[in-house]
């Protein structure tokens, strides 16, 4: 035990601990007095604390103030006087004579999560209870702050990285459990420098510590300047001389002594020599926190990140604009690349898949266009350029350049060959013929594709103009009445022009006579028909006919027949095809139970209007009877469709569904059912009631169909038929099963066990399960349970038992909605041999067999027997018959 304890801190952690003591005491004081000053502090808390001497599990915080009372034991021994502990970890605890369990030494969840002591209650130091186990869950406390796992971090990133994409990652470590929020990490930004007012141009993922480029970042990060080398080019002090003496071609200083030349020379080489350690661009300054950085008592961790910023040469010229059928000498350059890497060479390709691919490109990165394009075949390209090292492999990205082909005024106006409108002769002054249409190929909503209309000429010749045209939009209008006895037919020649062509189109104005003549019927009644209501649909029931005086192939001579009156539902359509004759058909079944009998009135009507003043009369309209017999029809159901939904767990005798039939000549019926493979349904047979009569079980079947049918009862032939579907709901009315209830673990090789469960429900009532100790807390002192996958757990044991023993777990597996019960699994923890066998069998597993391989085995032996029984006597039936053959054969040689 503590010998010398200062109080105060030992009674830090006290509940409502008004008590300030600093004492040195010896052994004897300690003892006597803890237990008063424990009561002192908590007395409530200590009471709870008290408990038999058995088998006992305690949860202490790590760095819990010392000395802390844990426990006590209560025996039912009076001559217990004394208590021995024993274990590995017993120099943390100790316990005094009435039975109270002390943390003596604080505790830390990094070193060791759980661990047991054994108690022994005594007698004169003699053991008469005991040992009895006490586990010691040390749970964490945060007391441990996150720390990266670096001081200072560098990276490198390009100019024109895009936004979003890590270019570094930062990491960080917290010792605290991290089942629970205080080893939970978020990292955070806290400031770069320099910093640009309200912009910045880093950011870093809250969850993962990967930095990137903000939007802004990824269009002002420019890195320093320096001099372009050309592919293959050589990067020595020459080389930079001679681009020197390009720009400053001063040679009366020497290069070393030449200030302008010695600055050029250290910037070159800081850029080429790139160190964001000693020389970075930006440092940032980065925080994490556990709790998720959503406390004020989250602890922290900080690091610097130091940035070097990279020149990128890769940069997309595009999009590149080229005028359609250019004058040029081809190949022509139009734009050019550069990698990052001076050595590479470029690959062009097309990122869609046309035949025809007119670009290539050089090494040096010139894309090249190899002959005229045609905007009016192809308006955009897409190339796509790869930049490749030697091995084949892109040290760039692949990058989307857009080659847009503008417009040249190259295409003529296009029209048809010749237009033809129609005219209304009489009508006024101002009314539309038509609107001649007219395309141009070139680019629309440019000024290459604008037309203009002119009429040029117009025959026959009149002494005024006769028409006019909107030269914006192609409308043709009337300047005079147009009559047709003047002029049946006008041609027009209208010049359609672009910016730069013309086209002449052909427009033909036919002048139509008004339309001063009635159509009339050839008869104005036709009679009466008699029809069978199940007379098939199309049948042709009447041919009818009309003439018109007007002009033929017009609007004013065309006829249409119309059904106005008496076409109840549309059970009737008239065929035509304008020309004064029509087929009166059947559209849609009889019935003579709703209409068993028709007065139809047929119009016969032009689809130009008639002049003013004209009205239709009686000889435009004609009538037709249609007399409907009665027929007997079969059933007919009040639904086509017959799907219930329903559960599975529905009452026994509850209705589904009550189907409804009746027959068009009102004669009684019945309803029958048939399909029914499992016997779950029942159909009363006169009211058409559908119930269940057996239990419902989903895990069966899901869905399933059976027939219903109505029938007149005075002739079953009569009949229809629906299918009625029905799909059963699941219910959760199955728990998680354990696929395997016993296992066994070599003590030499202590591999985890795997436990799998399976449910017969579906989703949501199924996986993913959830494994647990089936204890009041869930847990095990021995044991350990991890989720593997949905329907997977790992089982894991702690530390092996001291002989071979089988352990019975109680495993609860519930399922998604929560539901499941304790089932018992067996472990066997045993010795083992080489190949990894117990060599003693589990117990309950003992090397017996079960009743059918017994029987089998007798009847084998029985089988065996028999045919042993049967040769032995076959042998001394030859035997016999061999010895009284020798016996005669020898009395007939003595006679």
């Known amino acids: 035990m503590t010998h010398c304890t200062e109080w105060r801190n030992g009674l830090r952690g006290f509940k409502g601990s008004s008590v300030e003591l600093a004492v040195i005491m010896t052994p004897m004081v300690h003892l006597l007095l803890l237990p008063l000053l424990f009561s002192i502090a908590g007395g409530k808390d200590l009471e709870e604390k008290k408990g ?125 459990d991290p089942e629970t929020p205080n080893a939970r990490l978020r990292y955070s930004l806290v400031s770069e420098i320099p910093s640009i007012r309200d912009t910045k141009l880093f950011q870093i993922n809250p969850d993962t510590g990967e930095i990137s480029t903000t939007e802004q970042g990824q269009l002002l990060l420019k890195a ?112 050019k690349v550069q990698s990052n890497d001076p050595d590479a060479r470029y690959v062009l390709v097309q990122k869609e898949r046309e035949l025809k691919f007119p670009f290539e490109i050089t090494q040096n990165g010139e894309i090249m266009v190899t002959e005229k394009l045609d905007r009016e075949i192809k308006e955009r390209f897409i190339l796509v350029v790869l930049a490749k090292d030697e091995n084949d492999n892109e040290v760039d990205p692949p990058m989307e350049i857009y080659v847009l082909v503008e417009d040249v005024n190259d295409n003529a106006p296009v029209c048809d060959e010749v237009t033809v409108f129609e005219f209304q002769e009489n009508e006024p002054v101002g009314g539309l013929v038509g609107e001649l249409l007219a395309h141009d190929r070139d680019k629309e909503g440019t000024l290459n594709s604008i037309l203009t209309y002119t009429i040029l000429s117009q025959n026959p010749p009149t002494a005024s ?45 036919k002048v139509i006579d008004v339309n001063d003549e009635l159509p009339k019927f050839e008869e104005n009644d036709y009679g009466n028909e ?169 895990e069966k079947v899901d869905s399933f169909k059976v027939t219903v049918t109505a029938f007149e009862k005075a002739n079953p032939e009569k009949s229809t038929e629906r299918d009625l579907h029905v799909r059963l709901l699941d219910v959760n009315d199955n728990v998680p099963k354990l696929v395997e209830s016993q296992a066994f673990i070599c003590v030499k090789n202590p591999k985890p066990v795997l436990i799998k469960a399976e449910d017969s429900d579906s989703d949501p009532f199924s996986q993913p399960f959830t494994f647990s100790f089936g204890t009041k807390t869930g847990k095990s002192p021995n044991w350990e349970l991890h989720q593997v996958d949905d329907t997977t757990a790992e089982l894991k044991l702690k530390k092996p038992p001291s002989q071979d023993k089988t352990f019975s777990l109680p495993i609860t597996v519930k399922d998604k909605a929560g539901v499941g019960v304790p089932q018992a699994f067996e472990v066997k923890v045993c010795n083992c041999t080489e190949l990894g066998y117990c060599y003693i069998a589990p117990e309950g597993l003992a090397l017996g067999y079960g009743t059918g391989p017994t029987i089998g085995i007798l009847a084998g032996i029985l089988g065996f027997c028999v045919i042993v029984f049967v040769v032995v006597i076959k042998r001394i039936n030859k035997k016999s018959q061999r010895k009284a053959q020798a016996e005669e054969e020898e009395r007939n040689a003595m006679m």
């Open 52 to 176: 038999p001497f058995e088998n006992t599990v305690l949860d202490v915080p790590e760095a819990t103030p010392v000395p802390y009372p844990l426990y006590q034991f209560q025996v039912t021994d009076p001559h217990v006087n004394d208590f021995r502990l024993s274990g590995e970890d017993v120099q943390d605890i100790s316990i005094s004579k009435d039975g109270w369990l002390y943390l003596e030494q604080p505790l830390d969840w990094s070193r060791e999560k759980q661990f047991t002591i054994m108690v022994e209650a005594l007698a004169d130091e003699e053991v008469v209870e005991g040992p009895i186990d006490v586990t010691i869950n040390v749970l964490d406390v945060n007391n441990k702050a996150p720390y990266f796992n670096q001081s200072v971090y560098t990276a490198v990133v390009r100019e024109n990285t895009p936004a979003a994409v890590p270019f570094i990652r930062v990491f960080a470590t917290d010792q605290d």
């Open 224 to 335: 320093r300047e320096g001099i372009q080398y050309a592919r293959g080019e050589d990067r020595s002090i020459e080389t930079l001389k001679r681009k020197f003496d390009d720009y400053c071609s001063v040679h009366e200083v020497p290069y070393e002594q030449n200030p302008f030349f010695t600055c050029v020379q250290r910037a070159e080489m800081r850029r080429q020599n790139l160190d964001p350690l000693e020389d970075p661009d930006y440092t940032l300054f980065v925080r994490v926190q556990d709790l998720e950085g959503a406390s004020q008592n989250a602890l922290s961790g900080n690091s610097r990140v130091q940035i070097a910023v990279q020149q990128n040469l890769w940069k997309n010229p595009g999009p590149i604009r080229i005028k359609e059928n250019l004058e040029e000498t081809y190949p022509l350059t139009i734009a």
């Open 465 to 509: 103009e006769t028409f006019s045209i909107d030269d914006a939009s192609g409308t043709i209008r009337t300047l005079r009445l147009l009559r047709r006895r003047e002029h049946a037919v006008y041609n027009l020649n209208v010049q359609v022009s672009d910016a730069v062509f013309s086209t002449n189109c052909k427009v033909v104005v």
């Open 530 to 698: 008699t029809l069978a209501e199940d007379t098939p649909l199309g049948h042709t029931l009447l041919t009818i006919k009309a003439t018109d005086n007007d002009d033929p192939d017009t609007g004013s001579s065309e006829i249409q027949f119309i059904i106005s009156e008496g076409n109840t539902d549309d059970v009737f359509a008239v065929e035509t095809d304008g020309k004064g004759v029509g087929y009166l058909v059947l559209a849609k079944p009889l019935d003579f139970e709703t209409s068993p009998s028709y007065r139809l009135q047929i119009d016969a009507r032009n689809p130009e209007p008639l002049m003013e003043s004209l009205e239709y009369g009686s000889e435009s309209t004609a009538f037709f009877s249609v007399s409907v017999i009665d027929v007997d029809e079969a059933p007919k159901f009040s639904m086509d469709i017959l799907d219930v939904t329903i559960y599975e767990n529905i009452t026994k005798g509850s209705v589904l569904l009550t189907v409804q039939a009746k027959d068009p000549e009102g004669k009684e019926i019945g309803y029958k059912l048939d399909g029914d493979t499992h016997g779950w349904l029942e159909l009363d047979a006169a009211t058409g009631e559908i119930r269940t009569k057996e239990t419902l079980d989903r």
